[in-house]
């Protein structure tokens, strides 16, 4: 599904060859990377983990929000050796295929009315916003951090009442 999807465009397939924290096996080159390869398993594990844990989450405590923190900071290049450092235009758009691929799961299931569909739907785009938030903060952190102008601070304007 979602790798299958992002091997099909090099811009994304080139994050591939790249080194994640915690794989230690053969990196494969763009050339010789298959979706069987052992960079493209460990990443599966890793995003089936990282939804298992999005989707089976019962209560959303600050562990669970911290956790999700993270996972947006580890995709910027604002953590050093174990930045992923994926543009977000590319995260936006995975996050946004993952979420049509679990509508359309949903939407084709037999066996849920159509209340507890909506229900469903409802709450996986708020997690689906609530993530991408927190993947926007971290990959704005740079720019607020150069941003030193006082633009931000709004002065009283005068109302001329006629």
């Known amino acids: 599904g979602v790798y299958r999807k992002l091997f099909q465009f090099d811009i994304t397939k080139n994050f591939f060859v790249l080194r994640n924290d915690g794989f230690d096996g053969e990196l494969k080159s763009n050339e010789g990377l298959t979706l069987n390869s052992a960079q493209m398993t460990y990443r599966r594990d890793m995003l089936s983990g990282y939804l298992k844990r999005l989707l089976l989450q019962q209560a959303w405590t600050d562990d669970f929000l911290q956790y999700l923190s993270r996972i947006g900071r580890m995709h910027t ?16 758009a995975t996050l946004s295929y993952i979420e049509t ?59 001329v009442c006629s």
Do not use: M
Request: with cysteine; proline share 3%.
């Open 77 to 92: 290049n604002n953590v050093g050796p174990t930045s992923i450092n994926v543009d977000y235009i590319h995260i936006n």
């Open 101 to 159: 691929l679990l509508i359309d799961a949903i939407w084709v299931t037999d066996n849920l009315d159509s209340k507890t569909k909506k229900d469903i739907l409802t709450a996986l785009s708020k997690v689906f916003r609530i993530q991408s938030d927190l993947f926007l903060l971290h990959y704005l952190e740079p720019l607020q951090d150069k941003d030193t102008s006082t633009t931000h601070q709004k002065t009283a304007e005068k109302c």
